[in-house]
């Protein structure tokens, strides 16, 4: 059964806009939530992260929230920009030694 | 960039062959671990480790062992490849003990069982 659901495989945002991904999960043991950035022949770059004791996280363009009563988290990203078009994953944790638990990722095209 | 190296980057064998492949860092982190992505399950563990000998399985570890001798190094077998072991396969390494929750990757392995 699936703990992380990331329901949009794709997203097309224009450029300059403002790109939503979303991301859910079932695991009330997830205390801190990541986002990560894949681009194609690499490996995953961390983003952004959460921690389970705020609502919000800002970094610059990026701002996570996060709606623990919902278990719903979303990432923003303002204003898009060409170099955003990746998949991104998010990956939750629960501090455990088996580490982060992955959603299947959304592409997200930047359209210029 | 996280000090970490995986080898071979690509890599084609047959079924039925073992297959190793190797993950080696030079952050001194305890955590390291394995995983693998196929198109529509994003990145599924493996197994992981979190210190010297010190291994234990993930989501997907039927098929594979690993083995941790060295802090450094954390290799992954695949004891007779199969078709379904088709994947890219990822090593990331954590420096959880410092209380830091994120996971720096490597550049990934691309393996072909034919």
Redesign the interface.
Same mark, same amino acid.
């Given at each position: 059964d699936q703990q992380v659901k990331?329901n949009s495989p794709s997203l097309s945002v224009q450029e300059g806009r403002i790109s939503i991904l979303n991301c859910d999960y079932t695991n009330s043991m997830f205390d801190?939530f990541?986002w990560y950035k894949k681009y194609p022949?690499?490996?995953?770059?961390?983003l952004i992260?959460i921690s389970s004791i705020k609502d919000k996280n800002e970094d610059g363009r990026f701002t996570v929230f996060l709606n623990k009563s919902a278990k719903h988290l979303s990432l923003h990203i303002v204003p898009s920009q060409p170099g955003d078009s990746a998949v991104y994953?998010c990956?939750p !944790?629960g /501090?455990g030694?088996?580490?982060? !638990?992955? /959603?299947?990722?959304t592409h997200l095209i930047i359209q210029p | 960039d996280a000090g970490i190296t995986q080898s071979p980057r690509h890599k084609v064998t047959e079924t039925g062959t073992p297959v190793t492949l190797r993950c080696h860092q030079t952050e001194n982190h305890r955590y390291m671990y394995w995983y693998r992505q196929d198109p529509g399950h994003g990145l599924r563990l493996i197994h992981y480790s979190y210190g010297v000998k010190d291994t234990d399985k993930g989501e997907v570890s039927d098929g594979y062992s690993v083995s941790r001798s060295k802090t450094e190094d954390f290799l992954l077998t695949l004891e007779s490849a199969t078709s379904s072991q088709t994947s890219v396969y990822f090593c990331a390494i954590s420096d959880r003990d410092r209380g830091r929750t994120e996971a720096f990757f490597g550049q990934g392995t691309r393996l072909t069982v034919v």
């Open positions: 990331q801190y990541l022949a690499e490996g995953p770059t961390f992260s994953f990956a !944790t /501090g030694a088996d580490g982060l !638990t992955f /959603g299947k990722g | -």
